[in-house]
């Protein structure tokens, strides 16, 4: 049955009309080793109660690790999802249940496993995740050993754009980069899929993961926008900054992050559109291990 329906799928792909998905089966190797430097990285993915970390809780975590060719970004093999189910104290909300799939008879009564959590954690030396800036402060408040690991985003940090994807959307990308679909909005799906997509070279034969690794090794920056005035508001907003309401020691206060060569221009631009020629502005320097906490 197989067969035949590869069979039929290659003749659509025949065709420019016509373009086939196939159904992603997450493989446990990708690459043989040779002989280059290798390191071990983990994927994380968190399903919650809802977008407040401060508020909301963890439902769900999942870690999957791999290991990696340290210059090309190669994966070699990857390691078993370690999955938990967790009870959040209090009603899960119908709109996340159609997202995640995961009710409160799922979860009733479970919690994260910290020492096996521990043990994960404690082997890898960068932790990935397809959207760090949400994940991460999830992950810090609950999980203790994640305490000042290196972390890098994959969606933010690999020019999705830039190099021909419109959007940097983990379902979308792997559609329209590997002709691959999955079944999303669970952890430990959105673990192998992410792990897939960083293994699909561009045109020039880079690894997404080769450009992760760069930018996770680079320095980046965070700009905060202090006491501007309330009517520049819509200004920082269009021009994507967010606004911290002072928690974790943060300043009370719109920011933005970018990379080094971004933040002269853009300290620029606050000189002239926010602060009328005047200054204001905090201009701050993140390694992995600093960006996307929240104490940062």
């Known amino acids: 049955m197989t067969s035949s329906l590869e069979s039929l799928a290659k003749k659509l792909e025949a065709s420019p009309d016509y373009r086939v998905l196939r159904r992603f089966v997450p493989p446990t190797r990708y690459h043989d080793g040779d002989g280059s430097s290798t390191a071990?990285?983990?994927?994380?993915d968190v399903e919650t109660t809802g977008l407040d970390p401060v508020r909301e809780r963890i439902i769900e975590?999942?870690?999957?690790?791999?290991?990696?060719?340290?210059?090309?970004?190669?994966?070699?093999?990857?390691?078993?999802?370690?999955?938990?189910l967790e009870d959040p104290g209090r009603p899960i909300s119908e709109e996340i249940t159609r997202l995640t799939g995961i009710t409160d008879a799922m979860v009733a009564g479970k919690t994260i496993d910290e020492t096996a959590v521990g043990q994960l954690v404690a082997g890898a030396g960068l932790v990935i995740a397809h959207n760090a800036a949400f994940?991460?402060?999830?992950?810090?408040?609950?999980?203790?050993?994640?305490?000042?690991?290196?972390?890098?985003?994959?969606?933010?940090?690999?020019?999705?754009?830039?190099?021909?994807?419109?959007?940097?959307?983990?379902?979308?990308?792997?559609?329209k980069r590997c002709g691959l679909f999955f079944d999303g909005h669970r952890a430990d799906a959105d673990c192998h899929a992410l792990i897939r997509?960083?293994?699909?070279?561009?045109?020039?034969?880079?690894?997404?993961?080769?450009?992760?690794?760069?930018?996770?090794?680079?320095?980046?920056?965070?700009?905060?926008?202090?006491?501007?005035a309330f009517d520049k508001k819509d200004a920082l907003k269009q021009r994507r900054y967010r606004w911290s309401n002072g928690e974790g020691g943060l300043p009370k206060a719109w920011y933005k992050g970018m990379s080094a060569g971004e933040c002269e221009a853009e300290q620029e631009w606050l000189k002239q559109v926010i602060y009328d020629g005047g200054v204001g502005w905090k201009a701050e320097r993140l390694d992995a291990k600093r960006r996307y906490a929240e104490e940062a």
Request: aromatic share 12%; hydrophobic share 45%; with cysteine.
């Open 197 to 228: 997509l960083l293994q699909e070279p561009f045109d020039d034969g880079t690894l997404p993961l080769r450009h992760l690794l760069e930018s996770a090794r680079t320095p980046s920056w965070r700009v905060w926008a202090l006491n501007a």
């Open 61 to 84: 975590f999942c870690g999957v690790p791999f290991e990696y060719e340290r210059d090309s970004g190669r994966i070699l093999t990857v390691g078993p999802a370690v999955s938990f």
């Open 135 to 175: 994940d991460r402060p999830f992950v810090d408040r609950r999980l203790a050993a994640f305490k000042d690991k290196f972390w890098a985003c994959s969606q933010r940090e690999v020019p999705w754009k830039s190099l021909g994807a419109s959007s940097g959307a983990l379902e979308f990308l792997l559609m």
């Open 40 to 44: 071990t990285a983990l994927v994380v």
